[in-house]
């Protein structure tokens, strides 16, 4: 293991003789390998390390106790010890982050903080070849493309510092035996065996499955299709990148070919750079989208169609040799779509609605994989029956999304939120009886909220109509 090590992270150009390494250290035996093979190879390497936990308080007594291990165990080694601690379960609630998301933004703002605070050079991080896999089965399930196939950087920046993962080719079996063979013990997290969370199923329960009855080496090849990902961002970011300087900033506009009446640039390339072009394009100016978004707006660009809806309101539109992005106010003015309209959408399935230019899909999402999500995205799925009555929003509507202390009207909560009045007429909501359940870009209703441990859950996708 320590030549494994030693290999990856010279391949890889982690660490240089003289870098301030802070080693992050849960107590876990990922971690804690992590911290004790890089004591083996300090004096090779040539840096000095120190050692960083963060407290997330999650789990009472059993967090302090993990803390003061790592204390103990930078004080056997004479190292440096740094703690930080927050209260990730009050963060998520605040923020409307799911535990998992919540934990590592504060965890990683305390260790931007304290690179700053003690001249870092680097932070090395525990994830191991096993993390990985469990990463890309997690994200292929989620729809994610080669971006989120791409998985765990080995090394990624962290506002100049890099963060590096000097683990990633190790597996957690190879970890737990090199532990054992120096007799250093480790700390074991119960709720990392709760298969309610998503990535616990997957771990105990998934992998272990396809590891079985399909493919005994399905590890390491998740990790090789992460690796091969990883590759192929990059050289498409650098091709998609140059062509930055074919769009007019200020007025959203991108050029289509190089001279009118030749057929060349991105007319002319082929279906992933179109794809990979316009994605960068759409999402330089702030629009969020996914594939059906990219697809329409690639359609619209090579003549199928004048315009393409986009998220928020906005539009694409071609003229002549530019695609145009119009703004939610440009584009409806342009097109009045203030009719009423109701449509049944079937659970699980999906209804379009040509009047707003959408399609709602309604996803079901086992008890499993529901932990993943956002506090108050997912609805319970026992609670709804078999479809949903979906129309647009009509004067008087009233709504209470999860999280907030009494229903209101919609009118109301649409002017917080500053939708602009010509969106809403059409703007979708969906009903359960008489009672209001979904409102795009709104939590989903408080009485009908998925927590842990009410079974499964419904997820309800807006995507662009084709």
């Known amino acids: 293991m320590r030549e494994q090590v030693l290999h990856y992270i010279g391949e890889r150009k982690m660490l240089r003789a003289g870098d301030r390494v802070a080693v992050a250290v849960s107590g876990g035996a990922d971690s804690v390998a992590l911290l004790r093979v890089l004591l083996e190879l300090r004096e090779e390497l040539g840096i000095v390390m120190v050692v960083a936990h963060f407290n997330h308080q999650l789990r009472g007594g059993e967090s302090d106790a993990d803390e003061r291990f790592v204390v103990d165990l930078a004080s056997e080694h004479d190292l440096q010890f740094f703690a930080g601690r927050a209260d990730v379960r009050l963060h998520s609630i605040a923020k409307k982050l799911g535990l998992e998301h919540a934990a590592r933004d504060l965890r990683y703002r305390w ?44 090394v990624m920046t962290l506002d100049r510092v890099p963060v ?10 190879e970890i737990e035996h090199y532990l054992r063979s120096i007799k250093q013990p480790w700390r074991e997290d119960h709720t990392n065996r709760d298969t309610h969370l998503t990535r616990n199923c997957i771990r105990h329960e998934l992998l272990p499955l396809l590891e079985r009855d399909y493919n005994p080496n399905i590890r390491h090849v998740l990790s090789e299709t992460a690796e091969i990902a990883l590759s192929e961002e ?21 050029r289509l070919q190089e001279h009118e009446g030749v057929v060349g640039s991105f007319l002319s390339s082929g279906i992933a750079l179109q ?12 629009i969020t989208v996914d594939f059906h978004h990219v697809e329409a707006a690639r359609l619209c660009a090579l003549g199928d169609g004048s315009t393409a809806n986009l998220p928020g309101g906005w539009q694409a539109r071609r003229e002549g040799n530019w695609l145009e992005l119009l703004e939610p106010s440009a584009a409806f003015e342009k097109e009045e779509k203030t009719g009423p309209w109701q ?55 009233r709504f209470h999304p999860s999280h907030s202390a009494s229903a209101e009207k919609l009118k109301r909560l649409f002017s917080k939120k500053r939708i602009p009045a010509t969106e809403r007429p059409w703007w979708p909501i969906a009903l359960w009886g008489a009672e209001i359940v979904w409102v795009r870009g709104f939590l989903v209703a408080h009485d009908f909220a998925w927590k842990p441990g009410s079974g499964n859950a419904v997820r309800i996708d807006l995507k662009v109509a084709r």
């Open 343 to 397: 449509y049944s959408l079937p659970i699980p399935g999906r209804c379009s609605i040509p009047e707003a230019g959408i399609m709602l899909e309604a996803v079901l999402v086992p008890a499993g994989f529901a932990s993943l999500e956002p506090p108050g995205s997912l609805l319970r799925a026992a609670d709804l029956g078999s479809e949903l009555v979906v129309r647009n929003w009509k004067p008087g509507d």
């Open 111 to 154: 260790l931007r903080g304290l690179a700053d605070e003690q001249e870092l050079s680097a932070i090395a991080t525990g994830h191991t070849l096993d993390d990985q896999a469990e990463t890309v089965l997690m994200k292929f399930l989620r729809a994610a493309g080669t971006r989120g196939l791409a998985g765990i950087c080995p």
């Open 234 to 254: 990059d050289y498409w970011h650098e091709h998609t990148s140059a062509l930055a300087s074919r769009w007019h900033q200020k007025e959203r506009r991108f």
């Open 164 to 173: 590096v993962r000097p683990l990633l080719a190790t597996s957690r079996q």
């Open 275 to 286: 794809r990979r072009t316009l994605k960068h394009f759409l999402e330089w100016h702030g």
